[in-house]
């Protein structure tokens, strides 16, 4: 008998960055974050599990791909064979609706609808929490793609990294009407991967630990402007806390830097047009591409501005999403 | 009588960076700094100590100054006339020979130059030590400029900065053919002063106190470095203290970003230069301009390189020079 799942889930955006791993295999950080799921970018993924297949098939876009250069996909089936305790193999198929010219990664849809799908086929009852523990195994910030909305991702303190898992800041259905704007000025394959630069980071950087001392107390600041809806107070410290973080990885050495003269194009115009009295606030990844936080009145305005900058290859606009879900 | 003299100084790059003071109106540094007097920019100031003014009479580049809005220079000459006991106006005539296009500011060779020439002509008979502690009453990096070659800046203890003072790191005449190109990417007024922005970063960076707890051993790198001519070690921790101040200000609130589109394409020039087996290294003040250390036998190829990217307005060669003199 063939058992099969599918299950659609979102990216986010991290509002207060994870950077550094205390523990690289089990994927535990070593600071809380926050991010805000959304609702534009997703991956659908398929597993059905097959007592006939004598190895796992795997299809992204369509494409069969080699299982063993991908040896993380098939760690984490293994996994939930483990938990499960049936052996058999899978077929997966996933696709992808997170173009790489939207600038996000696919990582966190892409595990977080792997763990929901997959534990689904393998028969497995996660409740939300385990399904975050288990997306985290994946992809870090998969644990936080498992919920909608505004999403806290605990740190934890165990060592097995059961208490580290994202829950729903907000349970019931919220407006608010703030938008994410992504301005992408390169879809190059970045120059060192998240993973050898937060590991470059921690090992490296004098200025590392300031940055871990404060990551607390902005998510207190966050939590609490999310609370009252208070976009500015919202917007400063997640601008502020992007910066802390990117100039951490810059102290490392070798020096981690993802910035390129297209991303401070665009830093140095949302600086100017906050004093020109558009309230917009920018955030940035372990790459070259922005996102700019700003409400829905203010898109328009913000979106014109970004367009005229020569750097600028594409913009997108996102809003708040919803959580992972099973489909079909 | 008129007492008069005049009096050279050249301009200083730090290598291991001045960031934030400990007392702003004695001008006590956070943390100790090292420095390379350059041989090509300086200011010639002449000071006539002259019984028959009721004013100090300020030129600078021969256009009279309004002494009210430039106090700071008649605070300094207070100074010197309180230490002198002589009590007479002077005229002070001021040549900076440190054009705003080549990327150097003129606040180190004038205090410098000044800080010589009044001194002499108010018959004050100073120690270079001494000399160094008043010039750094006029501008912190101007207590440098009085020594020539690689200068030390103690931090010192002292609450009435008596131990706080630049000395010469190599006495005997030092060759090293290695040489500064200064890449000039913007000559605009920077957007936040270099007091401001120090005094910012001290007050809210959670960074700075890593930033701080680093430079001491980034210091002892250098004198090692220098000592050895070992280039390679004096580059890297030159580049990456730099890139330490520029993230520690960055993570002030509001940041202060320095960097501009023009000064990242260095950088990726500079790096990438470094991949292709290209010693050069980068150090960054508190501006866009970038300055570029080689080797001699690399000065060429590197400025080739940078005079091709559009963002780089002038490129200048600068190398090790003489410390502040009276002349003529």
Chains 1, 2 share one sequence.
Not at 58 to 81: A, E, G, K, P, W
Not at 167 to 176: A, K, T
Not at 251 to 271: H, K, R
Request: charged share 20%; aromatic share 8%; proline share 3%.
């Amino acid at each position: 008998m063939i058992n099969h799942s599918k299950a659609r889930a979102y990216t986010n955006i991290a509002l207060i960055k994870y950077w550094g791993k205390r523990d690289e295999s089990l994927i535990l950080p070593m600071n809380s974050s926050l991010s805000m799921t959304l609702d534009r970018y997703f991956t659908e993924t398929e597993v059905s599990v097959d007592p006939i297949l004598s190895n796992d098939q795997i299809l992204i876009d369509q494409n069969t791909i080699d299982v063993i250069s991908h040896h993380n996909l098939v760690r984490f089936l293994n996994l939930i064979r483990e938990m499960s305790g049936n052996p058999y193999f899978a077929k997966v198929e996933s696709i992808n609706r997170v173009p790489t010219a939207a600038g996000f990664a696919s990582s966190a849809s892409g595990y977080a609808a792997l763990a929901l799908a997959a534990s689904s086929a393998y028969g497995l009852k996660l409740t939300p929490k385990e399904l975050s523990i288990l997306a985290r195994r994946g992809s870090g910030s998969a644990s936080r793609s498992i919920f909608g909305g505004f999403v806290l991702w605990h740190r934890g303190q165990l060592i097995n990294g059961e208490d580290s898992y994202s829950e729903s800041l907000i349970d019931e259905v919220y407006e608010w009407p703030i938008e994410v704007i992504s301005a992408v000025v390169s879809t190059d394959k970045k120059s060192i991967s998240s993973r050898m630069g937060m590991k470059q980071t921690v090992e490296t950087s004098p200025l590392y630990k300031g940055w871990l001392e404060s990551v607390d107390s902005d998510i207190m600041r966050a939590i609490h402007a999310i609370k009252a809806k208070d976009f500015t107070s919202l917007g400063e410290v997640v601008e502020h806390n992007a910066l802390k973080m990117h100039a951490t990885m810059m102290s490392a050495w070798p020096s981690v830097i993802y910035f390129t003269s297209g991303t401070l194009e665009i830093i140095n115009l949302v600086q100017r047009m906050r004093q020109e009295g558009i309230e917009a606030y920018f955030t940035i990844d372990a790459g070259p591409n922005v996102k700019i936080l700003c409400q829905k009145s203010d898109t328009g305005k913000v979106k014109n501005a970004l367009i005229q900058l020569s750097a600028v290859q594409s913009v997108e606009i996102c809003s708040l999403g919803k959580g992972a879900s099973l489909i079909e």
